[in-house]
T-cell receptor, first 111, second 118 residues
Framework: QKEVEQNSGPLSVPEGAIASLNCTYS??????FFWYRQYSGKSPELIMF????GDKEDGRFTAQLNKASQYVSLLIRDSQPSDSATYLC???????????FGIGTKLQVIP | ETGVTQTPRHLVMGMTNKKSLKCEQH?????MYWYKQSAKKPLELMFV???????ENNSVPSRFSPECPNSSHLFLHLHTLQPEDSALYLC?????????????????FGPGTRLTVL
Protein backbone atom coordinates (compact mmCIF):
# COMPACT_ATOMS: atom_id res chain seq x y z
CA GLN A 1 0.00 0.00 0.00
CA LYS A 2 1.34 3.41 -0.96
CA GLU A 3 1.85 5.78 1.96
CA VAL A 4 0.01 8.64 0.23
CA GLU A 5 -2.31 7.80 -2.64
CA GLN A 6 -3.58 10.13 -5.30
CA ASN A 7 -5.13 9.51 -8.68
CA SER A 8 -2.56 10.78 -11.17
CA GLY A 9 -5.30 11.98 -13.54
CA PRO A 10 -5.55 13.98 -15.64
CA LEU A 11 -8.68 15.42 -14.11
CA SER A 12 -10.40 17.65 -16.63
CA VAL A 13 -12.98 20.22 -15.56
CA PRO A 14 -14.59 23.08 -17.47
CA GLU A 15 -13.75 26.65 -16.54
CA GLY A 16 -15.94 27.87 -13.69
CA ALA A 17 -16.63 24.38 -12.32
CA ILE A 18 -15.54 22.90 -8.99
CA ALA A 19 -12.45 20.71 -9.15
CA SER A 20 -12.25 18.02 -6.47
CA LEU A 21 -8.87 16.46 -5.71
CA ASN A 22 -8.59 13.53 -3.33
CA CYS A 23 -5.85 11.95 -1.26
CA THR A 24 -5.67 9.05 1.17
CA TYR A 25 -2.83 8.22 3.55
CA SER A 26 -1.81 5.13 5.47
CA UNK A 27 -0.02 6.49 8.57
CA UNK A 28 -2.58 7.05 11.34
CA UNK A 29 0.05 9.06 13.22
CA UNK A 30 0.02 11.78 10.58
CA UNK A 31 -0.64 15.21 12.07
CA UNK A 32 -0.17 17.79 9.32
CA PHE A 33 -1.49 17.76 5.79
CA PHE A 34 -0.47 19.92 2.87
CA TRP A 35 -1.50 20.65 -0.68
CA TYR A 36 1.19 21.85 -3.05
CA ARG A 37 0.68 23.09 -6.60
CA GLN A 38 3.34 22.37 -9.21
CA TYR A 39 3.19 23.96 -12.62
CA SER A 40 4.93 22.11 -15.44
CA GLY A 41 8.68 22.71 -15.25
CA LYS A 42 8.41 24.54 -11.93
CA SER A 43 8.94 23.59 -8.29
CA PRO A 44 6.09 22.87 -5.85
CA GLU A 45 4.51 25.75 -3.93
CA LEU A 46 2.40 25.40 -0.82
CA ILE A 47 -1.23 26.47 -1.27
CA MET A 48 -3.02 24.95 1.72
CA PHE A 49 -2.24 23.45 5.10
CA UNK A 50 -4.75 21.66 7.34
CA UNK A 51 -4.27 20.26 10.80
CA UNK A 52 -7.74 19.60 12.24
CA UNK A 53 -10.67 17.55 11.08
CA GLY A 54 -13.16 19.50 9.02
CA ASP A 55 -12.93 22.18 6.37
CA LYS A 56 -10.50 25.03 5.91
CA GLU A 57 -11.23 27.70 3.35
CA ASP A 58 -8.83 30.13 1.70
CA GLY A 59 -10.27 32.09 -1.19
CA ARG A 60 -11.36 29.68 -3.91
CA PHE A 61 -9.63 26.76 -2.17
CA THR A 62 -11.12 24.50 0.51
CA ALA A 63 -9.17 21.72 2.17
CA GLN A 64 -11.10 18.95 3.89
CA LEU A 65 -9.66 16.50 6.41
CA ASN A 66 -11.16 13.34 7.85
CA LYS A 67 -8.60 11.62 10.07
CA ALA A 68 -10.91 8.70 10.87
CA SER A 69 -11.13 7.87 7.17
CA GLN A 70 -7.52 8.96 6.53
CA TYR A 71 -8.73 11.19 3.74
CA VAL A 72 -7.76 14.67 2.62
CA SER A 73 -9.30 16.59 -0.24
CA LEU A 74 -8.89 19.91 -2.00
CA LEU A 75 -11.78 21.71 -3.66
CA ILE A 76 -11.14 24.49 -6.13
CA ARG A 77 -14.20 26.62 -6.81
CA ASP A 78 -14.66 28.63 -10.00
CA SER A 79 -11.76 26.80 -11.64
CA GLN A 80 -9.62 28.89 -13.96
CA PRO A 81 -7.27 27.79 -16.75
CA SER A 82 -4.45 29.17 -14.58
CA ASP A 83 -5.29 26.46 -12.04
CA SER A 84 -4.09 23.84 -14.52
CA ALA A 85 -1.18 22.17 -12.73
CA THR A 86 -0.27 19.06 -10.75
CA TYR A 87 -1.51 19.09 -7.17
CA LEU A 88 0.60 17.23 -4.64
CA CYS A 89 -0.79 15.95 -1.36
CA UNK A 90 1.76 15.68 1.47
CA UNK A 91 1.52 14.39 5.03
CA UNK A 92 3.81 14.38 8.04
CA UNK A 93 3.82 13.35 11.67
CA UNK A 94 5.01 16.84 12.46
CA UNK A 95 8.12 18.76 13.32
CA UNK A 96 10.98 18.07 10.96
CA UNK A 97 9.90 14.48 10.50
CA UNK A 98 9.64 13.02 7.04
CA UNK A 99 7.10 14.66 4.75
CA UNK A 100 5.62 12.04 2.44
CA PHE A 101 4.25 13.15 -0.90
CA GLY A 102 1.71 11.56 -3.18
CA ILE A 103 2.35 11.23 -6.88
CA GLY A 104 0.16 14.24 -7.61
CA THR A 105 -3.03 14.74 -9.59
CA LYS A 106 -2.77 16.60 -12.87
CA LEU A 107 -5.65 19.06 -13.23
CA GLN A 108 -6.67 20.49 -16.58
CA VAL A 109 -9.16 23.34 -16.63
CA ILE A 110 -10.74 23.62 -20.05
CA PRO A 111 -11.65 27.17 -21.19
CA GLU B 1 18.56 36.90 -4.54
CA THR B 2 15.39 35.89 -2.78
CA GLY B 3 13.86 32.61 -1.65
CA VAL B 4 15.70 29.41 -2.41
CA THR B 5 18.20 29.29 -5.26
CA GLN B 6 19.85 26.28 -6.85
CA THR B 7 22.80 25.92 -9.18
CA PRO B 8 23.29 24.65 -11.75
CA ARG B 9 19.79 24.50 -13.21
CA HIS B 10 20.80 21.80 -15.67
CA LEU B 11 23.60 19.26 -15.43
CA VAL B 12 24.70 16.48 -17.76
CA MET B 13 27.36 14.15 -16.42
CA GLY B 14 28.93 10.83 -17.19
CA MET B 15 28.89 7.94 -14.77
CA THR B 16 32.52 8.49 -13.82
CA ASN B 17 32.24 12.23 -13.17
CA LYS B 18 32.13 14.01 -9.83
CA LYS B 19 29.90 17.06 -9.54
CA SER B 20 28.14 19.05 -6.85
CA LEU B 21 24.72 20.67 -6.63
CA LYS B 22 24.41 23.86 -4.61
CA CYS B 23 21.44 25.26 -2.75
CA GLU B 24 21.20 28.58 -0.94
CA GLN B 25 18.26 29.90 1.06
CA HIS B 26 17.74 33.58 1.81
CA UNK B 27 14.75 33.12 4.12
CA UNK B 28 16.45 32.73 7.48
CA UNK B 29 15.13 29.19 7.83
CA UNK B 30 16.78 26.61 10.05
CA UNK B 31 16.11 23.42 8.10
CA MET B 32 17.07 22.37 4.59
CA TYR B 33 16.16 19.38 2.46
CA TRP B 34 17.13 17.49 -0.68
CA TYR B 35 14.38 15.79 -2.69
CA LYS B 36 14.50 13.70 -5.87
CA GLN B 37 11.63 13.98 -8.35
CA SER B 38 11.45 11.36 -11.09
CA ALA B 39 8.81 11.05 -13.75
CA LYS B 40 5.66 9.25 -12.60
CA LYS B 41 7.01 8.88 -9.05
CA PRO B 42 6.28 10.84 -5.86
CA LEU B 43 8.77 13.33 -4.54
CA GLU B 44 11.35 11.34 -2.60
CA LEU B 45 12.95 12.86 0.48
CA MET B 46 16.69 12.24 0.46
CA PHE B 47 18.19 14.25 3.32
CA VAL B 48 17.08 16.68 6.01
CA UNK B 49 19.34 19.06 7.90
CA UNK B 50 18.08 20.91 10.94
CA UNK B 51 20.42 23.48 12.48
CA UNK B 52 23.18 22.08 10.26
CA UNK B 53 22.83 18.55 11.64
CA UNK B 54 21.55 15.73 9.48
CA UNK B 55 18.29 14.51 10.98
CA GLU B 56 17.03 12.32 8.17
CA ASN B 57 18.83 10.09 5.72
CA ASN B 58 16.25 8.22 3.74
CA SER B 59 18.30 5.18 2.70
CA VAL B 60 20.05 7.07 -0.06
CA PRO B 61 22.95 5.35 -1.90
CA SER B 62 26.39 6.51 -0.82
CA ARG B 63 27.08 7.92 -4.29
CA PHE B 64 25.04 10.90 -3.02
CA SER B 65 26.81 12.82 -0.26
CA PRO B 66 25.22 15.87 1.36
CA GLU B 67 27.02 18.73 3.06
CA CYS B 68 25.54 21.55 5.10
CA PRO B 69 28.30 24.01 6.10
CA ASN B 70 25.86 26.54 7.58
CA SER B 71 22.14 27.16 7.84
CA SER B 72 21.98 28.97 4.49
CA HIS B 73 23.87 26.54 2.26
CA LEU B 74 23.36 22.94 1.28
CA PHE B 75 25.34 20.86 -1.17
CA LEU B 76 24.79 17.48 -2.77
CA HIS B 77 28.02 15.88 -3.94
CA LEU B 78 27.60 13.35 -6.73
CA HIS B 79 30.00 10.62 -7.85
CA THR B 80 29.78 7.48 -9.97
CA LEU B 81 26.09 8.01 -10.61
CA GLN B 82 23.88 5.66 -12.61
CA PRO B 83 21.53 6.56 -15.49
CA GLU B 84 18.55 5.84 -13.19
CA ASP B 85 19.72 8.76 -11.03
CA SER B 86 18.63 11.13 -13.78
CA ALA B 87 15.89 13.26 -12.25
CA LEU B 88 14.96 16.72 -10.97
CA TYR B 89 16.73 17.40 -7.67
CA LEU B 90 14.89 19.88 -5.51
CA CYS B 91 16.20 21.72 -2.51
CA UNK B 92 13.83 23.12 0.10
CA UNK B 93 14.12 25.09 3.30
CA UNK B 94 11.66 25.49 6.13
CA UNK B 95 10.88 27.07 9.44
CA UNK B 96 8.35 25.91 11.98
CA UNK B 97 5.23 28.08 11.87
CA UNK B 98 2.80 28.35 14.77
CA UNK B 99 -0.76 29.28 13.90
CA UNK B 100 -4.16 29.03 15.53
CA UNK B 101 -4.56 25.66 13.86
CA UNK B 102 -1.29 24.35 15.23
CA UNK B 103 2.40 24.18 14.38
CA UNK B 104 3.51 23.11 10.95
CA UNK B 105 6.63 23.00 8.88
CA UNK B 106 6.16 25.04 5.69
CA UNK B 107 8.71 24.13 3.06
CA UNK B 108 9.79 26.47 0.29
CA PHE B 109 11.31 24.81 -2.76
CA GLY B 110 14.06 25.98 -5.05
CA PRO B 111 13.69 25.76 -8.84
CA GLY B 112 15.55 22.46 -9.00
CA THR B 113 18.51 21.02 -10.91
CA ARG B 114 17.63 18.83 -13.89
CA LEU B 115 20.28 16.10 -13.81
CA THR B 116 20.98 13.76 -16.71
CA VAL B 117 23.44 10.90 -16.22
CA LEU B 118 24.77 9.41 -19.44
Amino acid sequence: QKEVEQNSGPLSVPEGAIASLNCTYSDRGSQSFFWYRQYSGKSPELIMFIYSNGDKEDGRFTAQLNKASQYVSLLIRDSQPSDSATYLCAVTRGGYQKVTFGIGTKLQVIP
Amino acid sequence: ETGVTQTPRHLVMGMTNKKSLKCEQHLGHNAMYWYKQSAKKPLELMFVYSLEERVENNSVPSRFSPECPNSSHLFLHLHTLQPEDSALYLCASSQMVTSLEGSYNEQFFGPGTRLTVL
